[in-house]
Every structure is written in C-alpha cells, then in structure tokens.
Nanobody, 123 residues
C-alpha cells in the first residue's frame, strides 16, 4: 500500500493543524494505522494509533488530550487533528500501516510508511 501524508505547515503555539494520510493500492480497511514524528536530531517516535474499526486508539503521553486520530475507511484516509500545538511538536510527521489489527508503539510493527509532512510550530 502507498501512503501519502499531507496537511503539514506552519502554526503558531496554541494553534491547530489537521494532517491527512491517503492510502492507495492496498487493503487500507484491514490495517491498523499510526502516526509517528521525528524532530531534528531525535529518533522517530510514536504519536497516535488506531485500529481498523476506529474503536481502539492510543496516544503518546505528550499529545494526550491535544491530538485526535481518526479514520474514514470509505475514503482510505487516516487523520490526525492537532490542537493546542506547542513548539516541541515541531517535527516531520509520518503515517504508517500495520498489517495486524492492533495499535503498536513500535516502529518495527509497521510495514508501510508515508513520506512525511513537516509541522513547524512557532512560539
């Protein structure tokens, strides 16, 4: 499956952005999906994940209460609504697909990756 992330850009602290990740060429509706991010000089880290049905989600502690992951299987798209953005949220954000229907925080569990979209939050 091919994943195309979009929606990144520049936001002020306290602002919002919504990222989208469109899937093509595979069985999107059978994959759990995740969002990860990588800040300059840091390792890629888990942000949020969602199972196929959307019922089960998980978030990194640093984004709980501010970010919301959702998906629309009819549109083969997963979203990440980011509110109350902070400068420490600045990173390249990646979407990824897990062939198994559970949310994992481990990068190695995700088979397919998008190209990333840059989010910059100014103070």
């Amino acid at each position: 499956v091919q994943l195309q992330a979009s929606g990144g850009g520049l936001a002020q602290a306290g602002g919002s952005l919504r990222l989208s990740c469109a899937a093509s060429g595979g069985a999107f509706s059978s994959y759990a999906m995740g969002w990860f991010r990588q800040a300059p000089g840091k390792e890629r880290e888990f942000v949020a994940g969602i199972t196929v049905s959307g019922v089960n989600t998980d978030y990194a502690d640093s984004v709980k209460g501010r970010f919301t992951i959702s998906r629309d299987n009819a549109k083969n798209t997963v979203y990440l609504q980011m509110n109350s953005l902070q400068p420490e949220d600045t990173a390249v954000y990646y979407c990824a697909a897990n062939r198994r229907n559970f949310v994992s925080t481990r990068l190695s569990m995700y088979t397919f990756w998008g190209q990333g979209t840059l989010v910059t939050v100014s103070s």
